[in-house]
């Protein structure tokens, strides 16, 4: 069992001891967030203990900087400026002094020192007993979680119980407005999936005339504006504090067993851009700060706990028979709920904000992985996540004109504001499968839901535009007998770059025609009025209908007869293959050791492609079909992509291999409390955390939305006894306990619905 993960509870991560590289190796893992802001689990005395920290950084989602991107040779269209996000105050910073001694982990001694993350209450715990250099003692307990209830709060509480009488102690609590960029920057690295921070990105100023300590701080490049702000209270109200550079502190004079509590909250207001508003938020951020310190730590802590649990209420999954996997699968279901934005106007990144890996940028990681847990659990936030898409929707237009395509949109590869920021164009905007992930997506939304409001108003905007792009991207191919064919594109592969026909893209867009086909008809016949204005708004002329369909009808999807193998694309079988097996272990993952034109020549997959194709649209292909691809693909697949090990594991849930599929599931699971990408460091795997809620409900479930229809095919490890979850569909609640010999579906909430139970339709009341 992993050494976090503990026999005593199926909740909590514990880590013990002092050891440097494992408290660094946690910071993300004890990571904290709501989707506005995020903590690193970091320690609170980290800046003078560099080889304990890692990154202290706080992170608020979208609030970025820019520069331009450096070209050693230019071409039109490419990308014009990075997008990084950029670490804010940290508002973590304590100092305890005893005597003389500066407390941290190098200075007298630490024992018991303990952390714990307790993800049904959303709470981590520090606690150790320090000895200082003269042989003096303190017990110190720390609590920090960051508030559902004040999105703009990380709320403190901080412990202190001396063992002798008549030491001074002091407590310094630090507002960093981060003048010394060194506590955040990052090693020197290659990785293109990293972009360290090296120069301060904003200017700060403090201001005076408010009840709190509060900074307005500027971005550089992007003029983004937020004002930070602190509150303080030591429960001791005969002990003034002292302010002076951004810090307050306190003095006192320590008795024996007597407690001294400090109540420390943070608030990181919503971000801005009109200078102008900098009173008037930094009055609401002060008015904040003083309405959850007249609720004090423990009413706040009381509240979000009560959130968490409405939270599990719905969306827990509980494992019986494995408890470390149930451990691994809880946390990461709280991690992907703590990444998403909640606003309409912010998305998820590939690392939530847990860490600046990938610099903030959101993918088509969101809809594809991370999606499916919120549509199917907290159907709100999904809909805030699609609108995030609808609000960028202009910038994809302006992208599709920069690619020669007169009609449509092109949504970026990866972005924060809505511009495309992938200096590398064959795996970034190459993949314009995005469009038919994000249609997919909200083909799915609406079907799920029955938010047809959504469905004619954004969603159909957004399904025009992207069909649009696909039709003036692709064209018809006389010498393929007058097929639909869309060249130099890029699938989900990106060792395989700038191909003709990718299976997986030519399907997402024959699929998007259809949604876009689908809701046209159904405004067009039901003479909706928002759905009409939305099409005269955006020119519709009825032709466009007719040529959806015959693409869609006519979509090349390329397919080798003597093989009797689905093909990843025009080219791929014509390649020699990678010899996987005898390639040195510390060459992967291949990205970082080999030209990419090497990695392109030979048949190797970073991740599922054709396969997540299948997947997605199991119903169109036989069992033996799949069965035949999984194989192949299976041994080309090195996996050095996070996103791909739950495709094939919920794949060969499908196909009955419910051992590979188990073992899959346990990499998936695990993934970043075993470290198995070797770069937890830099953030939580959050694509393949929404990967690990799909395992257990399309895979061991065997849910499937088909037209408007759930139907289940569950199945279960030979280890599990049983697995229960919740899904809500159609403003129903229904919860699925599946058993070794039987499965019970329970109508919690809602009208009557029938379901499929393998071939058997039920009627659930």
Known sequence: MNSLISKDSKWILTEEGTEPETIRQNETLFALSNGHIGTRGSLEEAERTKEYSHSEATLVNAYYDSEPIQYGEWAYGYAKEHQTVIPVPNGKKLAIKLDNDLFDLTTGKTTDHKRQLDLKKGLLTRSFTWENTQGHKLDVKIERFVSYDYPELLAQNIEITPHDDGCDLQIVATLDDLKEMGSISKEESNDPRIKAQKERRFQSERLEDFDNQLLHIETNSTGLHMIVGEKNQLLDPSVQSRFEDGAESWELTT????????????????????????????????TILNEASAIGFEGLKEKHIEHMKEFWDLSDIEIEGDDELQVGLRFNLFHLYQAAGRDGKR??????????????????????????????????????LLNYRYTILEEARNRAREMAVDKGALFAWRTINGKEASPYYPAGTAQIHINGDIAHAVHTYVKATGDKRFGMHEGLEILVETARFYAGWGHYDEKRNGAFVLNDVTGPDEYTAIVNNNYYTNLMAKHNFKYAAEMVEAVLESNDEDGLAVLERIGFEKSE??????????????????????????????????????????????????????????????????VLA??????????????????????????????????????????GDLEKAYGYFMDTALMDITDLQSNTKDGVHAANMGGTWMSMVYGFGGMQLVDDTLHFRPRLPKDWTSVTFKVQFRHRVIKVAISKDDTDYTLIKGKPLVIRHFDEEKQLK
């Open 614 to 655: 299948q997947f997605l649209f199991s119903d169109e292909f036989s069992q033996e079909q799949k069965a035949r691809d999984y194989d192949y693909y299976e041994s080309v697949t090195t996996h050095d992509s996070s996103l791909s090990r739950s495709v094939f594991g919920m794949m060969a849930s499908d196909l």
């Open 347 to 384: 998305n998820m990144s590939a690392k939530g904000l847990t860490g600046e890996g990938y610099e903030g940028h959101y993918f088509w990681d969101t809809e594809m992985y991370m999606l499916p847990f919120f549509l199917y659990t907290q159907p709100k936030i999904a809909k805030h």
């Open 255 to 286: 008795k024996k067993g007597e407690t001294i509590a400090l109540e420390r909250l943070v608030a990181y207001s919503n971000i801005f851009k009109d200078a102008s508003q900098k009173e008037d938020k930094a009055q609401k951020t002060s």
């Open 545 to 610: 209908l007719e040529n959806w369909k015959k693409a869609s009808e006519k979509m090349f999807l390329p397919y080798d007869d003597e093989q009797k193998l689905t093909m990843q694309d025009d080219s791929f079988f014509h390649k020699e293959v990678w010899d996987i097996e005898n390639t040195p272990k510390e060459n992967f993952p291949l990205l970082l050791h080999y030209h990419p034109l090497t990695i392109y020549r030979y048949q190797v997959n970073k991740q599922a492609d054709t």
